[in-house]
């Protein structure tokens, strides 16, 4: 449904050119969810906002690349197609629901906007689907809420309002860009349920961008991880966890505090902060940290190789070479393996 | 080990003003009855969401928010009523770690200056310059390299590293963590939590450390103590905390943080609350909980339950139906 194909977004800021998507290669199936897992800076977001070609021009360019949505390329579409698009056929949610909302129009006003701009509807219809879509991402007492503003709303309510008019027309695919970030984590777990339950009954594919491991460990089928603008491993779920080929990937999973571990044990530590993509290191991005860097890594930057089936991973080490050396690393950073 | 901090039946309520008079209309009872203790040499977490009265709590300890009623006693001295003069000696003993690593630094001011504030501050300028320098190698930053810069040239990371420094330039016996870990990267958390660990063994400090995020304070903490609405609902010791949690919102909120593996995630049951927190300045009657919680009677309506000592060793409890060992099994691993 969605191919994207040696995809480069650069930012001109006045530092210098930010190369902020640099390469990236991925496939989405009509229904799939694919978890894009990132630290700040890793060009999650741009990536996630170039799918609709949200981001702001300048400073964003588009030297290299297609993003194909259904055989059509979304980077070279005329602004009409875009529009309609946008919404219609992929629709987005973000972090903040309070500032993707506006505040001086009603919720009910703002979700028949929605519903009305890609289906030619009278007005009472519109009011009459409105209130399902409420009912449908679980808000109580809907009727009445379609009069209220969104400062009357909580921030994992507004989230609701937003998934609801992300829903008005149905979209093929929703791309969510950290949805439950600024949320609690008891709304949290509401607003992940409602996103499978969503994802059952109307078999939208879903994009969920986030840096919490855990988010896509329970929702992706697939997991692309980003570091500096590139994917450095995708695979399925289980891969990604259980058979890990990239040593940052294998990093980031034992540096995060566990709910299900003793406590006690040590969690890793990667030195140093993600690169400024400005001045991006020479070689491979993240050798400057990686623990099982070596000099070969100064130079050669390793494309996104084949390392099992349907598994990717972009590391000088093969697979093979990895596995032999993770007891190792684990031992020496005093750090369990599995 | 004895009390090095003592929280007896603490209260902090805000007066909500309204109307041209300014009359004062309610109350926002941001604490509501607290009682906690931290043993020298341990790490006590506290967890909640937001608007559970956490960083109130954080602010009420180090002295910055007078509290309602209620007393607070640091090696057995209260201190709810202590002169500013009082307080500046206390404060040598007790620091603080704030969340935002970007505003809790002056802009204008160097790395060092920052530093060495708190020793000017208590006039411990004998050697200033080496024991900054000590304290910056202390919590990993390069005294040659960093010493005369500025705050924006830092990372979030290395400028949390900056905030510990400070806050354990005089030597305190304890800290007082206010969500110093959240607005951090991934990878960045893990550096930063590594450090507390070490320095608390190396200068034998005690922690409270306040987090939102349940894995956090499972790795950091001895004892954990969960706050809903200005409550603490359950207390208990980090070891024994997951597996014998049987306060409902304990279970909801340890079922709602999502795990690492998506087997695990596949196969376990999630309670999921219905509903959102309930607004301080209107708490419902009864328990507090009793909104949102599953369990809920017309009894948890009217009846405010008490903590009560439950059957694990440290383990407090504020429910009339606690969770027992066959639910439990149904919702944990």
Known sequence: MLEVKDLHVHLDTPAGLVKAVDGVSFRLEAGQTIGIVGESGSGKSVLAHSLTKLNPEPPATYPKGEILFEGENILTMDKKRLRSLRGKEIAMIFQDPMSSLNPVFKIGRQLMEAIQTHQKLPKKEARQKAVELLADVGIPDPERRMQNYPHQFSGGMRQRVLIAIALAARPKLLIADEPTTALDVTIQAQIIELLKKIQKKYSTAIIMITHDLGVVANLADRILVMYAGKIVESGSTANIFYDTAMPYTWSLLRSIPRLDAAGSERLLHIEGHPPNLIQPPTGCNFHPRCPFARDACLQIDPPLSECGTDHFAACVLSKQQFDEEKQAVAEQKGVLLS | ?333
């Open chain 2, 1 to 333: 080990m004895t009390a090095l901090l003592e929280i007896k039946d603490l209260h902090v309520h805000f007066p909500i003003k309204s109307g041209v008079l300014q009359k004062t209309t309610g109350h926002v009872k941001a604490l509501n009855g607290i009682d906690l203790t931290v043993k020298k040499g341990e790490t006590l977490g506290i967890v909640g969401e937001s608007g559970c009265g956490k960083s109130t709590l954080a602010r009420s300890i180090v002295g910055l928010q007078k509290p309602t009623s209620g007393d607070i006693l640091f090696d057995g001295k209260p201190y709810t009523d202590a002169s500013s003069k009082e307080l500046y000696e206390l404060r040598r003993n007790m620091q603080m770690v704030f969340q935002d690593p970007y505003t809790s630094l002056n802009p204008r001011m160097k790395v060092s200056e920052s530093i060495a504030a708190p020793l000017k501050a208590y006039k411990k300028t004998k050697n200033l310059e080496s024991r900054v320098k000590e304290l910056m190698e202390l919590v990993g930053l390069n005294p040659d390299d960093h010493y005369s810069r500025l705050p924006h040239e830092f990372s979030g990371g290395q400028r949390q590293r900056i905030g510990i420094a400070r806050a354990i330039a005089l030597e305190p016996q304890l800290i007082v963590c206010d969500e110093p870990v959240s607005a951090l990267d991934v990878s960045v958390q893990a550096q930063v939590i590594n450090l507390f660990q070490d320095l608390q063994k190396k200068l034998d400090l005690t922690y409270v450390f306040i987090a939102h995020d349940l894995s956090v304070i499972n790795h950091i903490a001895d004892r954990v103590a969960v706050m809903y609405l200005g409550k603490v609902m359950e207390k208990s010791h980090r070891e024994t905390f997951q597996a014998h949690a049987e306060h409902p919102y304990t279970n909801a909120l340890l079922s709602a943080v999502p795990l690492p593996d998506p087997d695990k995630e596949r196969a376990r049951e999630r309670i999921v609350l219905k509903g959102e927190l309930p607004s301080p300045a209107n708490p419902p009657s009864g328990c507090v909980f009793h909104t949102r919680c599953p369990k809920a009677t017309e009894f948890c309506k009217t009846n405010i339950p008490v903590p009560q000592e439950r059957g694990v060793a440290g383990q407090e409890v504020a429910c009339f139906y606690p969770v027992g060992a066959e639910e439990k099994a149904r919702i944990t691993l």
